[in-house]
Nanobody, 124 residues
């Protein structure tokens, strides 16, 4: 089992940047692929990005491609989401999630463990 805690959210103006962190407990962090998701009020939780166990493969939603970057540091049990050129439509609660399976998936149902989320608000 792994426990996840996100941090780094906040209020930023459009065009600004934020870096989210997701710290994982346990000694098996490197055995999990990691995903970032977000959920805006009244909307379903949506896929943002994915990074595989080693950090060598990443995938992004089209809406964030070229603006967001996922990375991980397995020695620190942490995954990051660097968000640049933020837009008001990026406003949401952002969640990290861990997947025991090595096969990529964008559906939230595929992920086994979730953090509590961190709020990101982008003002226009």
């Amino acid at each position: 089992q792994v426990q996840l805690v996100e941090s780094g959210g906040g209020l930023v103006q459009a065009g600004g940047s934020l870096r989210l962190s997701c710290a994982a407990s346990g000694r098996t962090f490197s055995s999990y692929a990691m995903g970032w998701f977000r959920q805006a009020p009244g909307k379903e939780r949506e896929f943002v990005g994915y990074i595989n166990r080693s950090g060598g493969t990443t995938y992004y939603a089209d809406s964030v491609k070229g603006r967001f970057t996922i990375s991980r540091d397995n020695a620190k049990n942490t995954v990051y989401l660097q968000m640049n050129s933020l837009k008001p439509e990026d406003t949401a609660v952002y969640y990290c999630a861990a997947d025991r399976d090595s096969i990529f998936g964008w559906s939230p149902r595929k992920y086994d463990y979730w953090g509590q989320g961190t709020q990101v608000t982008v003002s226009s």
